[in-house]
């Protein structure tokens, strides 16, 4: 099917963990985007990348590595998550960072225990 | 950072136009206006965005300000589906999408 989508949709892990979300987009767009979203922050910008091996920090980056070996794929990967993780995390895409819209996934609700 | 200041929450009756204001009086010349809405319990989703001219789409119409400090999202009838959080941003050239609070529309039958 063609679109974005986010695996897994829900995930509980425990403090310490590793843990990995995934993205997959079937348009070749250029850009992907990782955010979280919590209660009383709103949106927050963890990653992007304009193109495969090119990424470059958002706002709230520590505690999270991405890599982008394939156009139509951008993992977010928790090295060692924290209760402070816990979060619902949103993937998107766009031909472009500006000119273009972005398309967002579903999300992935995570849970740190 | 290119900042935009919306009301926090506006409310509308079910097949009445809305217009959702968008003050942005430190934009550059190339930043471009984005808005996007968020329902309950889903992600964001791509309404509109401009540059410098007015905009239609399916969705909406996006009225940009001549001297483009301020812009409009017009919803020409609201529906009970239209609910939801309403984002207001600018995109720098060289930057991503940055999500601020938004404007809550309320929507009444």
């Known amino acids: 099917d063609a679109g974005i989508t986010q695996s897994p949709r829900y995930k509980i892990t425990e403090t310490g963990r590793q843990v990995t979300l995934m993205c997959h987009q079937t348009w070749s767009h250029s850009y992907m985007f990782w955010y979280r979203q919590d209660l009383g922050h709103g949106l927050r910008l963890i990653y992007y990348s304009a193109a495969a091996d090119i990424t470059d920090k958002g706002e709230v980056p520590d505690g999270y590595v991405v890599s982008r070996s394939k156009t139509e794929n951008f993992p977010l990967t928790l090295e060692s998550a924290t209760r402070s993780q816990t979060s619902v995390y949103f993937c998107?895409?766009?031909?472009?960072?500006?000119?273009?819209?972005?398309?967002f996934g579903s999300g992935t609700r995570l849970t740190v225990v | 950072d290119a900042k935009t200041t919306q009301p926090n929450s506006m409310e509308s009756n079910e097949e009445e136009p809305v217009h959702l204001p968008c003050n942005h009086s430190t934009i550059s010349g190339t930043d471009y206006i984005h808005w996007y809405r968020q329902l309950p319990s889903q992600g964001p989703e791509y309404v509109i965005h401009?540059?410098?001219s007015n905009v239609n789409n399916r969705m909406a119409s996006l009225a940009i300000a001549e001297d483009r400090k301020s812009s409009t999202l017009i919803l020409h009838r609201a529906t009970l589906r239209d609910a939801a959080v309403y984002y207001c941003i600018l995109i720098p050239a060289g930057t991503a999408l940055i999500f601020g609070k938004g404007t809550t529309l309320s929507v009444s039958s």
């Open positions: 401009g540059l410098t």
């Open positions: 998107a895409s766009s031909e472009s960072a500006t000119v273009y819209g972005y398309t």
